[in-house]
């Protein structure tokens, strides 16, 4: 959208220069995307002068040329030669000495320079109108005033119109800020000075001579319209100061009446429009939509197909225009027009919305309309449009202002909290001052009290209709550079939300597992009364019993997500689907001490082989590994670091280990015994975890940290030592984390080994300890020294056996 910066100061005072000015939109809100020059000369005729001519004499090798001397107030006279028919000595006119640039008329441009014609020396250019681009005229040069001062700038003696003009990065919630009296209106709210409307005091009904009756049939649709009658206009050209107006925003003037609707539309918002009165069939102007599929021929001289939802404006017999949209192409205003009838209305912007989406039409009417314009603004904007068409097009104001508004619309009421205002804002802005910024943008405060006040929003503003808004209101007009960046930034809300969001822990749990190749699944949470039996560990006793079940094996809701999950494993594989990686984010339920809980569990199940048969590798079956290298990605994605590992076996898990932090349980993971895979009748090894979900998300922080990657290198040492069974990897970190935790980066075991060649109770690790010192380079030595080190504490601590 463009403002025009001159245009801007005729509604309110400004002090600041156009680039100061554009910084100061741009912090309200009203972002200055570009400040563009606008000339209604192009070059602003610079560099040109009055000259006089002090000698004309015919080109003694031309017939049409003459040889001048041209006096432009320097030391002395310039020699040019001119081949205009109408210059004579004694003349003032205008002079484009060398190096001048020209810009002619129909685009073209050129530099003077020194140059010979026909064996004369010619300094300069004697200019008629094109050359310069003042008019069209080239039949003869521009013959000044003869008391026209020698030397004066051409542009200070013809004062050409220029401008700075904003190109404003509108964004679709700001329909107030749509013209420059919305723009001004900000301006105010920056600066305290006073938004002067143009005053519509010379308004008044000549005669009543043109009645047009208006009828609004669709009150939903528009709920104010508001016109008058003008009689015996003479359209005809504009004045120059309403075409540069205009064009300086990028409008082609068209005619006098046509443009002083767009000229008030862009003043005020609030577009107009203007119908050949004498087109008005019935003198009656009728408002309501006509039956879907009518045709209509719109300005464009396209034939358009209604909609029975597009509102029109209609006479007695025809429709002559969609409203709020665009004109028709029999009822508008032409050359040949005497009498008009102006309109100003206010639309219902869903109506318009619709129209023009559905008739791609876009137009600078349809642009506000569909964002909602000011109701109480259809009046004076239309006496402003009639003053001026007065003024411009003579003629007589022939009715009074027929305004139907049956049902006034009401200001917005908005109630607001100090202490909301603090919280969003982030900072404490005093009382005196929310009220003085409101008061600024039209916004009444009432019923104050210590804690808030109601604020009573002006229909213009259709954005401003929540207390966050209310709240950006201030915050934007008081300035976002004033708010201090405090030193642990975060968000503020009108409602409460936590610091860490479990629904989007949740979410980065289910990506993690779904990108390695787990699949979700979500059982029901009512279960059968057999599991809690068959298991001791659970007790039957703390069944959530249902009063109404559906069936018997649905009486009770679950304790565990164990057997619900189990029940899938045994579904896929009777349908031979015997590879499977699943997981479950659900509830699980008991009764403990006559309370009912609730607990949240994270259960992930393996089985079959980890990989798909294929010609690259053969298929391999799913390892306790591949279960606890899933569980550590989890940890490591949310920053659960050391826990402790305990090697556990029960009636529900054969062979397993347990993690916990701080004495506290958080995963169990492991190999499912027979007994509880016959309750859900599976067949073959499955692979179990459960993750307690409360305590996994106490455990997540929301805090990352980075560092530095070191610029030394690491260093990597392999180790095989054998071990007992009973050993634990965990017990091997635990060893090094203690005691060469400084150096040791990273251990990874890359062969494991159980068999004939090694004792039945005892098991093969082959390591890799990979070594990094962060503030120099490792050398051979201080290698050696830490991993004889480490091998004394295997050798100790852990009765291994170093294979070299």
């Known amino acids: 959208m463009k403002i025009s910066y001159t245009w801007l100061k005729d509604y309110i005072k400004i002090s600041d220069d156009p680039e100061s000015l554009g910084k100061q939109l741009t912090g309200t809100g009203l972002e200055v995307e570009s400040i563009e020059s606008y000339e209604e000369v192009e070059g602003n005729l610079e560099g040109l002068v009055v000259g006089e001519v002090i000698s004309s004499e015919k080109h003694p090798n031309a017939d049409k040329l003459k040889v001048t001397k041209v006096d432009i107030g320097g030391d002395e006279s310039l020699p040019i030669v001119c081949g205009a028919p109408n210059v004579e000595a004694g003349q003032k006119v205008v002079v484009a000495p060398i190096g001048t640039t020209l810009n002619h008329i129909k685009g073209e441009s050129f530099r003077i320079k020194k140059t010979k014609i026909r064996g004369e020396v010619s300094e300069g250019m004697i200019c008629a109108e094109d050359e310069i681009g003042l008019g069209e005229d080239h039949s003869g040069i521009i013959v000044l005033d003869p008391a026209t001062p020698v030397g004066k700038r051409a542009a200070e003696h013809f004062s050409p119109y220029s401008d700075k003009v904003y190109e404003i990065g509108l964004t679709p919630n700001r329909a107030d800020a749509t013209s420059h009296i919305g723009v001004a209106r900000d301006i105010r709210a920056i600066t305290g000075e006073k938004v002067i409307l143009p005053s519509v005091d010379d308004f008044k009904a000549d005669n009543h001579d043109l009645p047009i009756e208006v009828i609004v049939k669709n009150?939903?649709?528009?709920?104010?319209?508001?016109?008058?009658?003008?009689?015996?206009?003479?359209?005809?050209?504009?004045?120059?100061?309403?075409?540069?107006?205009?064009?300086?925003?990028?409008?082609?003037?068209?005619?006098?009446?046509?443009?002083?609707?767009?000229?008030?539309?862009?003043?005020?918002?609030?577009?107009?429009?203007?119908?050949?009165?004498?087109?008005?069939?019935?003198?009656?102007?009728?408002?309501?939509?006509?039956?879907?599929?009518?045709?209509?021929?719109?300005?464009?001289?396209?034939?358009?197909?209604?909609?029975?939802?597009?509102?029109?404006?209609?006479?007695?017999?025809?429709?002559?225009?969609?409203?709020?949209?665009?004109?028709?192409?029999?009822?508008?205003?032409?050359?040949?027009?005497?009498?008009?009838?102006?309109?100003?209305?206010?639309?219902?912007?869903?109506?318009?919305?619709?129209?023009?989406?559905?008739?791609?039409?876009?137009?600078d009417a349809s642009f506000r309309f569909e964002r909602g314009t000011d109701p109480e603004i259809t009046v004076h904007a239309l006496k402003r449009a009639a003053v001026l068409i007065k003024e411009l097009a003579g003629g007589t104001i022939s009715s009074e202002v027929v305004d139907v508004y049956p049902e006034k619309l009401q200001p917005f009421k908005v109630k607001v909290s100090y202490a909301h205002i603090d919280r969003l804002i982030g900072k404490h802005i005093p009382a005196d001052e929310i009220i003085r910024i409101l008061n600024l943008l039209d916004i009444e405060v009432k019923d104050e009290t210590k804690k808030g006040f109601m604020a009573i929003v002006p229909q213009y503003r259709v954005d401003v209709y929540r207390e966050a808004d209310v709240i950006e209101e201030i915050l934007r007009i008081y300035g976002y550079d004033n708010i201090e960046i405090p030193n642990n930034i975060s968000s503020g809300y009108l409602a409460e939300f936590p610091l860490k969001d479990r629904d989007k822990v949740q979410s980065k749990i289910s990506d993690l597992l779904s990108s390695i190749g787990f699949t979700e699944i979500m059982t029901n949470s009512f279960t059968t009364q057999k599991y809690a039996t068959a298991i001791p560990a659970s007790n039957k006793a703390d069944d959530v019993e249902?009063?109404?079940?559906?069936?018997?094996?649905?009486?009770?809701?679950?304790?565990?997500?164990?057997?619900?999950?189990?029940?899938?494993?045994?579904?896929?594989?009777?349908?031979?689907?015997k590879n499977l990686k699943l997981f479950e984010l659900g509830k699980s339920y008991a009764k403990k001490k006559g309370k009912y809980l609730e607990y949240s569990q994270l259960s992930m199940f393996m089985t079959g082989d980890s990989e798909a048969e294929n010609w690259r590798s053969q298929t391999k079956a799913i390892e306790f590994h591949d279960l606890y290298e899933v569980i550590q990605k989890i940890l490591h994605k949310f920053n659960i670091h050391d826990p402790e590992s305990n090697f556990i076996q029960d009636e529900i898990i054969k062979e397993g280990v347990s993690l916990s932090i701080n004495g506290k349980k958080l995963v169990t993971f492991g190999w499912l015994t027979e007994k509880v895979l016959e309750q859900a009748n599976v067949k073959q090894d499955v692979l179990y975890g459960i993750v307690d979900w409360d305590f996994f998300f106490e455990l997540t922080t929301t805090e990352i940290s980075f560092e530095p990657v070191s610029k030394y290198p690491e260093v990597r040492r392999d180790l095989s030592l054998v071990i007992d069974k009973s050993v634990a990897f965990n017990d091997i970190l635990k060893i090094v984390k203690k005691n060469e935790n400084k150096l040791v980066r990273n251990i990874n075991v890359f062969d494991f080994y159980e068999g004939e060649k090694i004792d039945n109770n005892k098991k093969a690790y082959a390591l890799s300890f990979t070594l990094q010192d962060k503030s120099r380079t490792l050398s051979d030595k201080v290698i050696d020294k830490t991993m004889n080190h480490l091998i004394m504490l295997f050798e100790n601590e852990l009765g291994a056996i170093i294979r070299k």
């Open 546 to 577: 249902i009063l109404n079940r559906l069936s018997e094996d649905l009486g009770v809701l679950r304790q565990t997500l164990l057997f619900t999950g189990l029940e899938v494993i045994a579904y896929n594989i009777s349908h031979k689907q």
């Open 219 to 363: 009150t939903e649709a528009c709920p104010r319209y508001s016109g008058v009658t003008i009689k015996d206009v003479s359209i005809q050209e504009s004045p120059r100061w309403l075409k540069n107006k205009l064009r300086s925003i990028g409008l082609s003037p068209i005619n006098n009446v046509v443009d002083i609707t767009n000229f008030v539309l862009h003043e005020f918002g609030q577009p107009l429009h203007a119908f050949d009165a004498d087109k008005i069939t019935g003198n009656k102007v009728i408002i309501d939509t006509l039956p879907s599929g009518s045709k209509f021929i719109t300005l464009d001289e396209s034939e358009r197909e209604l909609l029975d939802t597009d509102l029109m404006i209609c006479n007695a017999k025809d429709g002559m225009c969609i409203a709020g949209v665009f004109g028709g192409i029999k009822s508008g205003v032409t050359e040949h027009s005497r009498n008009i009838f102006l309109e100003s209305a206010y639309f219902s912007p869903d109506y318009i919305r619709r129209t023009a989406h559905y008739h791609e039409l876009k137009t």
